[in-house]
C-alpha cells in the first residue's frame, strides 16, 4: 500500500531555515507529480508547493522565493527547503500524491516558527 513518512519539522526562529522530507513507498515514485500541503489551527488545508514528474515546480504565493521543493527518484524522497520563516509558516506540514482518484496523505510533521 502506499506509504508516505514526513519528517524534519521543528521549532525554528523567524528569518530560519528548515528542510523536511517526505519518504514514499508502494508507488512508482518517478511516474507522480508530488505535493507538500500545510494546515494552521482553526485553518484548510493548503496547497505549499507541487512538483511533477518532469520537474516542473509551482508555488503558493506566499512562499514563491523563500520555499523549493525537489525529489531525488532514486530514494522515493520529495524535500521541501523552507528559508526565511515566518511565524505565518507555522503548521502542520503534510506530503501527498494523487494517483487517478484517490489521494492519499503522511501524518504530517509540525513546523513552528516562534522566537
Known amino acids: 500500500q502506499v506509504q508516505l513518512v514526513e519528517s524534519g519539522g521543528g521549532l525554528v526562529q523567524p528569518g530560519g531555515s528548515l528542510r523536511l522530507s517526505c519518504a514514499a513507498s508502494?508507488?512508482?515514485?518517478?511516474?507522480?507529480?508530488m505535493a507538500w500541503y500545510r494546515q494552521a489551527p482553526g485553518k484548510q488545508r493548503d496547497l505549499v508547493a507541487r512538483i511533477f514528474s518532469s520537474g516542473t515546480t509551482n508555488y503558493a504565493g506566499s512562499v514563491k522565493g523563500r520555499f523549493t521543493i525537489s525529489r531525488d527518484n532514486a530514494k522515493n524522497t520529495v524535500y521541501l527547503q523552507m528559508n526565511s520563516l515566518k511565524p505565518d509558516d507555522t503548521a502542520v506540514y503534510y506530503c501527498?500524491?494523487?494517483?487517478?482518484?484517490?489521494?492519499?496523505w503522511g501524518q504530517g510533521t509540525q513546523v513552528t516558527v516562534s522566537s
Open positions: 501527498n500524491v494523487a494517483i487517478t482518484s484517490s489521494s492519499y
Open positions: 508502494g508507488i512508482t515514485f518517478s511516474f507522480y507529480a
